[in-house]
């Protein structure tokens, strides 16, 4: 199983373009990576999920370079309610409940 | 649409005391799961079910039961409390994972304190 490192904290500004990134060097071949969004005292929400290149919905877009054994989430113009803290996961898309949850990217967005 | 509703919410136990945490869910998912979080920690499974009657350990299963006798509940039990099981618990639900982009959605949780 994948496990991935991501940077504990993060700061930012409103109005900023945020990227996070999640090391996972032992990717597989069937691994797909998945990005989740926790608020304080909320259970984790969906943001996307990629297998290569780029994915783009209407919150995120998620880099994955060809070797795969990276990410990067972006958050285009970020605002005081993106503070929140941020899971990378990889595992086979067939297979919640392979995924294995780090300690996330606790990111913080000031005025 | 209420999603995955959890219920209690909070708890206090005393050591070796009995409890059943409810997880509901309306959106007809066959899959559902339960984690439970410690402060600064990413979510760890405990048990998952892929249906109806069925269930498989996750990661952390000792002291942990549950039961999925219908496909909207899955119930978790704590047989007998123990201090290390205080945490936040989160229940979440899925459509079948196989052959498609299928995330997990989330209750709010139930924070659990054993004394």
């Known amino acids: 199983l994948a496990k991935t490192t991501q940077p504990i904290s993060m700061d930012s500004y409103e109005g900023q373009e945020v990227n996070i990134t999640c090391s996972h060097n032992n990717i597989a071949t069937n691994d797909y990576i998945t990005w989740y969004q926790q608020f304080p005292s909320q259970g984790p929400r969906f943001i996307i999920q990629?297998?290569?290149?780029?994915v783009t919905n209407e919150v995120a877009s998620l880099f994955i370079p060809a070797d795969r054994k990276s990410s990067t989430l972006s958050l285009p113009r970020v605002s005081l309610s993106d503070t929140a803290v941020y899971y990378c996961l990889v595992g086979e898309r067939d297979s919640n409940y392979q995924l294995i949850w780090g300690a996330g990217t606790k990111l913080i967005i000031k005025p | 649409n209420a999603g995955v509703t959890q219920t209690p919410k909070f708890r206090v136990l005393k050591t070796g005391q009995s409890m059943t945490l409810l997880c509901a869910q309306d959106m007809n998912h066959e899959y559902m799961y339960w984690y439970r979080q410690d402060p600064g920690m990413g979510l760890r499974l405990i048990h998952y079910s892929v249906g109806e009657g069925t269930t498989a350990k996750g990661e952390v299963p000792d002291g942990y039961n549950v039961s999925r006798l219908k496909k909207q509940n899955f119930l978790l039990g704590l047989e007998s409390a123990a201090p290390s099981q205080t945490s936040v618990y989160f229940c979440a639900s899925s459509p079948p994972t196989p052959g498609g982009n299928q995330p997990q959605h989330f209750g709010d949780g139930t924070r659990l304190s054993i004394l």
């Open positions: 990629g297998y290569k290149t780029k």
